[in-house]
């Protein structure tokens, strides 16, 4: 495709591979923000009985 559009087509070719280019950096931005799966959210919602609980566990206590 590169070569097809390469030569005459001026700047249409740069502006072709930036638009395309710009198309599959969102969409993988899309991608990468959806949310989990529904399933997940309830199961953790069953397990704490609908208490809120810290992902990230408290820093261990020194020893001594």
Same mark, same amino acid.
């Given at each position: 495709?590169?070569?097809?559009?390469?030569?005459?087509?001026?700047?249409? +070719? *740069?502006?072709?591979?930036?638009?395309?280019?710009? &198309?599959?950096?969102?969409?993988? =931005?899309?991608?990468?923000?959806? %949310?989990?799966?529904?399933? +997940? *959210?309830?199961?953790?919602?069953?397990?704490?009985? &609908?208490?809120?609980?810290?992902? =990230?566990?408290?820093?261990?206590? %020194?020893?001594?």
């Amino acid at each position: 495709m590169f070569l097809l559009l390469h030569g005459q087509a001026g700047g249409w +070719d *740069e502006l072709l591979i930036a638009a395309v280019a710009f &198309g599959v950096l969102w969409i993988a =931005v899309k991608l990468a923000g959806r %949310k989990p799966a529904a399933e +997940d *959210e309830g199961e953790a919602l069953v397990d704490t009985d &609908g208490e809120h609980q810290d992902p =990230v566990p408290p820093p261990a206590q %020194k020893l001594g």
